[in-house]
């Protein structure tokens, strides 16, 4: 048998012998990435294996809709209509391993899908205290809705007006800002999901931050 010839067929083995391996474990013993690839086993996702995917990303999911519309009453009946989608278009996913962001550019789609629909502006999400990255750009974490024991009556006001002055943001400001700084998306796929330009989307990003420091001075100094 040719060299290649006999490289493709332990190729082949070796593949066949870690889709036994998933298909064999209890879901919850799958880690992510092999939980995600035995889903994408066949036409439809397997119903256990499913379900279980839905129970470890479901908070992220709820965590990105809330970010993004926190005052809709039907944040629930989007995340289901989210997971309808995830299921019919798994097995079009090529990088496992990015399938959180997958899951929540899916869930970013939708909100937009919805928002034109309703024709309304949404009231913003809340972000963690900026600081200094060594790239010179403001970094950002989302915040914890329980204040751990540690945080004092300036912090607890600092989240307070964080919320104030994003509300004051525009609309496109705000999205640009949860989905690069909350989902973690590249500038590529924020000019790709709203439509606009990379260095629209770089200028947005730049003017929301500007603008959120300007009115948090005083407590970033502190």
Not at 15 to 20: E, G, K, R, V
Request: with cysteine; charged share 30%.
């Amino acid at each position: 048998m040719p060299f290649a010839a006999s490289n493709i067929s332990i190729f082949n083995q070796i593949s066949q012998a870690a889709s036994n391996d998933i298909t064999k474990l209890p879901p919850e013993e799958l880690s992510n990435y092999d939980l995600i690839a035995r889903c994408q086993i066949g036409l439809r996702p397997e119903k256990a294996a499913f379900s279980e995917l839905l129970r470890r990303y479901q908070s992220h999911l709820e965590k990105v809709l809330y970010h993004l519309a926190p005052d809709w009453s039907d944040r629930a009946d989007l995340a289901q209509e989210v997971w309808i989608r995830v299921y019919r278009n798994l097995r079009r996913l090529q990088e496992p391993a990015k399938f959180r962001s997958w899951l929540a550019r899916i869930a970013t789609n939708l909100f937009y899908d919805e928002l034109r629909k309703r024709k309304r502006i949404q009231h913003p999400l809340s972000l963690d205290a900026p600081r200094q990255a060594e790239d010179g750009e403001m970094d950002w974490d989302i915040a914890d809705a329980d204040p751990g024991p540690d945080q004092d009556l300036l912090t607890r006001e600092f989240y307070d007006q964080l919320h104030e002055a994003i509300a004051d943001l525009p609309e496109v400001f705000r999205t640009t800002i949860v989905l690069r700084e909350i989902q973690g998306l590249a500038y590529e796929e924020i000019a790709d999901i709203t439509g606009v330009s990379l260095g629209t989307v770089k200028s947005r990003i730049a003017r929301a931050r500007q603008r959120l420091q300007s009115q948090l001075e005083r407590y970033i100094e502190a």
